[in-house]
């Protein structure tokens, strides 16, 4: 199964849409409570960054019988320095960011924290955000 | 302890009348940024825990329901006498989450709960 969705810069009524989606056809297909919460965490933080940091993008999610695998793309301005955008606390989220609950610095070390595998890459011209959860855990 | 007696304790204002509020309520979380909430909720270890939580925030926006929607949490509890709009509590009913408000303080609500024995939510919360 694979669906995709638009996700739009600075929209933070909209931002979480494609993760809300996202958990209910997990929900639907009865999958296990622990790999649904690790997946949405993960999608919900890399949407908010997209919504947050980018000029806007899109995500996919695929669904086979082995993984889960969601991509989040954006066409930049990329992250600067990404040693430092993976330490817990450190951001660098606008106050508006932080007036609508974002910009904790916690997005990426929480995308790290819940899937399985986690791949970051990153220029000016966008960044790519690739997360797998195994249906079973290795 | 029951919802409807943290209801009565806080005065709160119920945003979302249409849901049943004798669920019982046993752990409790704040925060404002919702990454923070993401991080710690995320690594409890028996749904039960977070179907009896309450989310206590500031934070009045969309976000703070997404959050919950996310975490499988039932119940939101706006400090500080703030206000949702009506797309908020719209968004609230629409994922069947309660959305309370009441005029304490995170600080205060959270020591009064905590003094009724609610517990907070730590990392890797056990059962």
């Known amino acids: ?5 638009q996700i739009i810069a600075r929209n933070y009524d ?5 993760s809300s989606d996202i958990k209910r056809t997990l929900k639907s297909l009865n999958l296990p409570w622990d790999l649904i919460k690790r997946v949405c965490a993960a999608s919900y933080e890399a949407e908010i960054n997209v919504v947050i940091h980018s000029v806007g993008g899109y995500a996919t999610f695929d669904l086979t019988e082995d ?3 969601l991509d989040f793309y954006d066409d930049g301005p990329g992250i600067p320095n990404i040693e430092l955008a993976m330490l817990e606390g450190f951001s660098t989220a606008t106050e ?8 904790a610095g916690m997005g990426l070390p929480n995308m790290k924290r ?5 791949e970051l890459k990153s220029d000016i011209y966008g960044t790519h955000v690739h997360l797998v959860f195994f249906r079973s855990r290795l | ?29 704040c925060a404002d940024l919702m990454s923070d909430a ?5 690594s409890v270890k028996d749904d039960r825990i977070l179907k009896e939580s309450i989310l206590i925030t500031g934070l009045t926006t969309n976000q703070s329901i997404r959050t919950a929607e996310m975490l499988d949490m039932e119940v939101v509890l706006l400090v500080r006498g703030k206000i949702p709009s009506l797309k908020v509590i719209e968004l609230a009913k629409e994922l069947n989450i309660i959305l309370l408000s009441t005029d304490y303080t995170m600080f205060n ?19």
């Not at chain 1, 819940?114 to 986690?118: I, W």
């Not at chain 2, 209801?7 to 669920?23: L, M, R, S």
């Not at chain 2, 993401?38 to 995320?42: I, T």
């Not at chain 2, 609500?109 to 059962?127: A, C, E, L, P, V």
Request: aromatic share 12%; charged share 15%.
């Open chain 1, 114 to 118: 819940s899937a399985d595998l986690m």
């Open chain 2, 1 to 29: 302890m029951k919802l409807s007696e943290v209801i009565k304790q806080f005065h709160c204002h119920v945003y979302t009348p249409e849901f049943a509020i004798d669920k019982e309520i046993n752990y409790a979380f």
């Open chain 1, 96 to 103: 508006l960011d932080h007036a609508n609950g974002f910009g």
């Open chain 2, 109 to 127: 609500t959270s020591g009064i709960m905590y003094q009724d024995g609610i517990k907070g939510i730590i990392y890797n919360q056990q059962w």
């Open chain 1, 67 to 69: 993984a889960i695998t």
């Open chain 2, 38 to 42: 993401l991080m710690v909720l995320n």
């Open chain 1, 14 to 18: 909209l931002a979480g849409h494609a």
């Open chain 1, 1 to 5: 199964m694979v669906k995709e969705y």
